[in-house]
């Protein structure tokens, strides 16, 4: 599998003893959650940002890859990391939010990031999914311009259908399993302007996490769409995210 220049799995070695292992989404590569794992390293935390299976690279490669597998990267990374630190937060963007809920309700972790987590979709496909897998190889995405930020824009332009089901079931299993068994410190991050995800997923998140109130904060953006590592307001989530890992209250 040949990968896309900058879409490679990111490490950036930090001096504290805590770490954060950083998800990408569906159709995306590890380089739109850079700038916030530079900025944490900046502030002497451990990242990792690992290319999820069969991302990065063709589509055709994206289309063999299953939700199974994407997981299994998310391990992978998380065992990575554990034999260096006892501390260890996940945070994960749309695709990548669901699979840190998964980790969170499965893993030792300390706390998650959730930003433009996927529990409600727009789309009126989604219960055709199965059948149209046979019809349809790929999806037109919505391509958005973030300006400067758009190097780190590497996902492909158009969506595999094949993968969905999968991925819609993992949506499935955190809304109904996981997300009220995490006990761990939570952010959940989620703009209004999101056209992939309903901007209520995020409200639904943060009041059905088993965690305590005064360990989930909900953080509402008002000017970003979906990537909001990359939108208008990436500084005030690069902030949330520092703040915390530091234990104090985004604003």
């Known amino acids: ?32 959650l850079r700038p916030l794992g530079e900025r944490l390293n900046a502030c002497g935390y451990t990242v990792l940002g690992p290319r999820l299976a069969g991302h990065g690279g063709s ?6 890859s299953r939700a199974e597998e994407w997981y299994a990267s998310v391990e992978a990374a998380y065992e990575r990391l554990a034999k ?3 501390s260890i937060y996940v945070a994960g963007l749309s695709l990548g939010g669901l699979l840190a809920l998964k980790a969170a309700a499965k893993l030792p972790l300390k706390g998650g990031i959730y930003m433009s987590t996927p529990i409600f979709v727009p789309d009126r496909r989604l219960p055709f999914l199965w059948l149209l897998k ?11 311009s973030y300006g400067e930020m758009d190097v780190y824009n590497l996902c492909n332009d158009r969506m595999p259908v094949a993968p969905l089901p999968g991925l819609f079931r993992l949506l499935k299993e955190c809304k109904e399993n996981y997300i009220r068994a995490i006990k761990s410190r939570a952010l959940i991050i989620q703009a209004s302007h999101d056209h ?7 409200r639904y998140i943060y009041e059905n996490l088993g965690s305590r109130k005064e360990d989930k904060i909900l953080l509402s953006l ?11 307001e990436r500084e005030k989530v690069f902030a949330a995210v520092a703040n915390f890992l530091q234990g104090t209250t985004a604003s």
Do not use: C, W
């Open 222 to 232: 008002e000017q970003s769409g979906h990537i909001v590592t990359l939108d208008k």
């Open 84 to 86: 260096n630190h006892a």
């Open 59 to 64: 589509l055709a490669d994206l289309a063999a």
């Open 196 to 202: 992939t995800v309903l901007p209520v997923s995020g």
């Open 134 to 144: 046979y019809f349809i190889k790929y999806l037109p995405k919505r391509r958005r």
């Open 1 to 32: 599998m040949e990968i896309k220049q900058g879409a490679e799995t990111f490490f950036l070695q930090g001096e504290r003893p805590e770490a954060l292992l950083l998800i990408h989404g569906y159709t995306g590569t590890p380089a739109e």
